[in-house]
């Protein structure tokens, strides 16, 4: 798993090679892991959600503002929102965002990836 987070990282352009960045990948995928169980009230992972969960340490990832420093935001291509949408008579428009707010909705959308995967192994605990 640490290795598929590692492969998603990269296109941040992080600087992963020095290996810094180990306990911080290992204690995230734990964490967001435990988070998903928690959810689920499983007692073990189902293999089907480890995309899942992959996505989500990476948003986690990205929101520690350590990290966030050393993403250069500049050179993503974050310009594939929408900035409008007509239909018919009407038409919409969204305001203008700047790199940082369009990377930070990208996290936030990442650190929910997979909801209705999750829902599937969903257990109901009657107490």
């Keep these: 798993m640490k290795y598929k987070v590692l492969l998603k990282l990269d296109y941040f352009g992080l ?20 988070e998903i169980l928690n959810e689920c009230n499983l007692d073990e992972f189902p293999k089907e959600l480890s995309n899942v969960l992959v996505i989500r ?10 990290i966030q420093k050393k993403i250069n935001v500049d050179g ?4 594939r929102a929408v900035s409008s949408i007509t239909r018919g008579d009407i038409s919409m428009s969204f305001k203008e965002m700047s790199d940082g707010e369009k990377m930070q909705q990208y996290i936030s959308k990442l650190e929910k990836y997979g909801q209705t995967q999750i829902y ?8």
Aim: aromatic share 8%.
């Design 76 to 79: 993503l291509d974050l310009d």
């Design 120 to 127: 599937k192994f969903r257990r109901i605990v009657w107490e």
């Design 15 to 34: 600087d992963i090679e020095d290996g810094k960045l180990d306990s911080i990948i290992e204690s995230t995928l734990d964490e967001v892991k435990q």
């Design 57 to 66: 340490t990476v948003g986690s990832l990205l929101s520690i503002p350590f």
